[in-house]
């Protein structure tokens, strides 16, 4: 597709369930990113991926927290037994090189987002 | 640790008025720089970057940011704003110490546009 997109747009879930949050990267994109939007506040880093490989998970809150890309595309953000601090709005973005340096100028390409409701 | 600070969670200009919105950095190593723009219900959109080379960095939509180190600032600017300029506005650094990777982002600050 044209863009980075992540389903659902909208989550309600009650406390102590499971919720699953999928985003599809722009196709080609080595690089995956995770961020956790609270409201007022800016994107937080939770995890980064450079093609199935997750290389940096420094940011998941706690271990009911699990993201995979098991392909090297598509990635699934998994939050188990949710909580209310869990609501925010959860962002997905993509790059194109993986790598350090000069790679790193590639910009991340930003979701929609999806709002996550923790009742 | 890289961190951002931008002062002033909200901004209020008139249409035609210059924009300035103030962004301080802190990390350990040249930095890369980065403002963001985010409307309602919307992922965000990268405005313009600073890398390497010229300080004075132009954007899309007629905005642009300078890089001062001296100052470890990148405020953003636009001549004159515009109705449609009313967002949220996020500055963001990376840096080698985290191999360019994860961005890390201010709070963000509101622009408020009045006619």
């Known amino acids: 597709g044209a863009g980075v997109s992540q389903s659902p747009r909208y989550k309600v879930a009650k406390r102590g369930q499971d919720v699953a949050l999928r985003c599809d990267p722009i196709?080609?994109?080595?690089?995956l990113f995770w961020y956790q939007q609270a409201l007022g506040q800016g994107p937080e880093f939770l995890t980064y991926f450079q093609n199935e490989a997750q290389l940096d998970k420094s940011g998941l809150p706690s271990d009911r927290f699990f993201a995979e890309r098991p392909e090297g595309s598509v990635s699934t953000l998994k939050i188990q037994r949710t909580q209310q601090e869990d609501s925010a709005v959860y962002l997905c973005a993509s790059k194109l090189a993986g790598g350090s340096g000069n790679m790193g100028t590639d910009t991340q390409y930003f979701g929609p987002g999806t709002r996550l409701t923790v009742l | 640790a890289q961190s951002v600070t931008q002062l002033g969670s909200h901004v209020s200009v008139s249409e035609g008025a210059l924009v300035l919105l103030r962004c301080n950095y802190s990390?350990?190593?040249?930095?890369?720089l980065f403002w963001y723009v985010q409307y309602p219900n919307q992922g965000l959109q990268l405005l313009l970057k600073y890398t390497t080379g010229a300080t004075l960095v132009k954007g899309i939509n007629g905005f642009e940011a300078e890089f001062k180190k001296s100052e470890t600032s990148f405020h953003l600017t636009k001549p004159s704003a515009h109705m449609s300029d009313a967002a949220e506005y996020f500055c963001a650094v990376s840096d080698r110490n985290t191999g360019f990777q994860k961005l890390v982002f201010g709070t963000g600050t509101r622009l408020l546009v009045s006619p």
């Open positions: 196709s080609g994109h080595v690089s």
């Open positions: 990390s350990s190593v040249p930095p890369y």
